[in-house]
């Protein structure tokens, strides 16, 4: 076949995430294929306004399938939104300038729900095409059944709540174990169900603590004396949300908001102190109302971290793959998304600015109440 692409640029933008190296190789051996020209734009949109590429070829990209992180870097940066120095800019142009100069006809984004929306926002003041790739571990990316880098942080996720188990167990305490995920509960609900979680919570499910507590006690009255209680990061109670719900710009006002500022006597100046991680916000008041001792453990960024799962990899390198095929057939504006087990064209539009949060109704939801995990809404 004829490619309809001459030269593509590649970058990965957010938060990385296990299968990125996996998913540029399956872009890059693909479209080298065809015959088409590779561009790897380091360090995400920043490096792209900042005209900084390395040309990819097949020695660039061999040996990266099964290495965690990305090659290219990322950032968090977006185009129309970009700090210069002290500044905060609209780059836009001078991203839309690079891709003219290095002579791209599409431009492939593998990102998360923000690129979407900054992948989007970029076509709208272009001719030059895009094509992305839904990577995520918190599989909140819409039109897609998963994202890359998701099976990978569950399976670190899940042997992170099976090792609690032991040491719960052997102690006789609670673990509130709090697991990544703002706005969708994906990954502490995979996990909690796949490590047996006796509570998970989830910012789809507002909890009430006595809710949690009773269930705690009820677990230690059959005799249960050690309970494991998986926490998204981005959960909260009724309370918190019926606040919200009377004052809308609370939720906005929260995120902003800066961490208190305290005078440390060792270094003579003023320190930002670290807000409190809701799962230690929980286990705090869940010993009260329980007279259980409680313990933490909030597994951050080693869920990002390390090599992606076989599962990974094959995702990561058919969606990367359908992606050059996609670019030598001149099909352009879609993300590439798993639907059904097939690899399939969505257009962009119907993606950006849209999360897959869980359904209430969701059938994992189901099952695991059928184990008796509780929620944190009924007993
Ligand atoms: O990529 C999404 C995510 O993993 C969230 O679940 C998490 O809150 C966030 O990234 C943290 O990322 P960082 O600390 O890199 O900004």
Not at 280 to 303: D, F, K, P, W, Y
Request: with cysteine.
């Amino acid at each position: 076949m004829k490619s309809q692409t001459k030269s593509i640029g590649i970058l990965t933008a957010g938060g990385d995430c296990p299968g990125l190296n996996a998913a540029i190789r399956g872009v890059a051996k693909a479209a080298m294929h065809y015959g088409i020209q590779v561009h790897g734009i380091l360090d995400g949109f920043r490096g792209l306004v900042e005209n900084r590429s390395i040309p990819l070829d097949s020695r660039s990209v061999s040996g990266l399938l099964t290495a965690g992180g990305t090659l290219l870097g990322t950032s968090r940066d977006k185009p129309h939104k970009m700090r210069m120095g002290s500044e905060v800019m609209d780059m836009t142009e001078v991203a839309v300038a690079n891709m003219k100069r290095m002579n791209i006809d599409c431009l492939v984004c593998l990102g998360g729900n923000g690129t979407q929306k900054n992948a989007l926002r970029l076509r709208e003041a272009t001719d030059i095409g895009i094509i992305t790739l839904p990577k995520t571990i918190d599989n909140d990316v819409a039109c897609t059944d998963v994202s890359f880098g998701f099976d990978s942080a569950m399976r670190v996720a899940t042997e992170a709540v099976d090792r609690l188990h032991t040491t719960a167990t052997s102690h006789h305490r609670i673990i509130v174990c709090e697991i990544m995920g703002h706005d969708a509960g994906w990954l502490a609900l995979g996990a909690g169900i796949a490590g047996g979680a006796d509570v998970i919570l989830i910012p789809e499910i507002p909890y009430d603590l006595e809710i949690v507590a009773r269930h705690l006690n009820n677990r230690r009255k059959s005799g249960k004396r050690f309970s494991i209680i998986a926490v998204a990061e981005g959960v909260r109670s009724r309370d918190q949300l019926a606040l919200e719900e009377a004052d809308p710009e609370r939720k906005k006002k929260k995120k902003k908001s800066e961490p208190e500022e305290v005078f440390d006597a060792l270094t003579n100046e003023g320190v930002h102190l670290v807000q409190e991680s809701v799962a230690s916000r929980i286990a705090r008041r869940i010993q009260t109302m329980t007279g259980v001792e409680a313990r933490v453990t909030a597994l951050g960024h080693v869920q990002r971290g390390g090599q992606p799962t076989p599962y990974d990899r094959l995702l990561a390198t058919r969606l990367g793959t359908k992606a050059g095929k996609l670019l030598a057939e001149g099909v352009y504006d879609v993300m590439v998304a798993l639907q059904g087990g097939d690899t399939v064209p969505v257009p962009l539009k119907e993606v950006a600015c849209k999360k897959k949060l869980v359904p209430a109704d969701h059938p994992w939801i189901e099952s695991a109440r059928l184990v008796e995990t509780c929620f944190g809404d009924e007993v």
